[in-house]
């Protein structure tokens, strides 16, 4: 297991939200957080592998929700490796997240669109 400094070896990592703020990172051309993410001082990311723990905890049942995957080499320093649940390091980045990093995004109908990314 890599140490909090070191970054483990991933390009993708993935971001849960809700339409209207994912409407609103696109006409700014950036997305700044969540209320949660604003509160923290960071915006939450998960992995693959963790997506589906971020989702049952804290959208499971929730309507409107986005899915994004974002190249996490494009965001540079910005982008810390921190313990989290469990004590397993989960991507924080420390300012707005450009969406000329995100590769995709999609509506986050079921469940198994999460669970598809660890499979």
Aim: glycine share 8%; no cysteine.
């Amino acid at each position: 297991m890599p140490m909090p400094w070191q970054k483990p070896v991933m390009a993708t990592i993935y971001k849960i939200l809700f339409a209207n703020e994912w409407r609103e990172a696109k006409s700014e051309g950036r997305y700044r957080g969540s209320p949660d993410d604003k509160r923290d001082g960071f915006i939450h990311f998960s992995t693959a592998e963790q997506t589906l723990g971020t989702y049952e905890k804290y959208f499971s049942g929730r309507p409107d929700l986005m899915l994004a995957a974002i190249d996490a080499d494009a965001l540079g320093d910005a982008l810390k490796w921190e313990p989290s649940r469990g004590g397993a390091l989960f991507p924080h980045l420390y300012g707005d997240l450009p969406l000329s990093a995100v590769r995709w995004s999609r509506v986050l109908v079921s469940i198994d669109d999460v669970k598809q990314l660890a499979s």
